[in-house]
């Protein structure tokens, strides 16, 4: 069983603990990682989640994960990244993107993370009962499949302006690193 921390609806620490899929169907908060990996050409990795996930199984998602208890969140996209895909991110590069508070059935404080990284798909060493398969794909396609509603992609069914946020934020670090500016 997985414990996580509870979080009140202004994400500060209520004390509370509780497994990790109660706390999901119960409605309570809870922190939530999750990161973009680009490569130096520019292209986002995205992950096929593994067809025996509870939730979103067989789907296209960025890397993700919930922040265990007591865990900071730099800790948990660390131990989510090295776990799902068997690689190390770039330490200097472990720093918060952006916070997004989603307010569906299911109550969480998103971690959003950006990582630089020069591995080939033949680097990744999956964990096949979480992640099924990666590739790379530009930006483009990530847009096109969010307006297309593309239902094999989680992101998909995100809010516009966090979607919207987000891939501005990669087509600036995508702009910089095609221009040679360091990451």
Known sequence: ME??????ENNKLTGQVADRWGACT?????RIVSCWIMNEKGEIL????????KSNPNLWAKTSGQV?????????????????????????QI?????????SSSKSFIY?????????IDDYILQKDEVAEVKY???EDIEIAQKNNDLNYIFS????????KQMKILKNKRSEILKGKNF
Do not use: C, H
């Not at 414990?3 to 009140?8: F, K, N, R, S």
């Open 3 to 8: 414990l996580i921390d509870i979080v009140d």
């Open 26 to 30: 119960s409605g309570l908060w809870r």
């Open 46 to 53: 995205l992950q096929k989640r593994s067809p025996s996930k």
């Open 68 to 92: 265990d208890r007591g865990e900071t969140a730099e800790n948990a996209i660390v131990r989510e990244v090295k776990e799902e895909l068997g690689v190390k991110i770039p330490e200097e």
């Open 95 to 103: 720093k918060v993107m952006d916070i997004y508070k989603s307010n």
């Open 112 to 120: 959003n993370f950006l990582f630089i990284v020069n591995y080939e």
């Open 137 to 139: 794909v530009e930006i």
């Open 157 to 164: 069914n995100w809010e516009e302006a966090d979607f919207n």
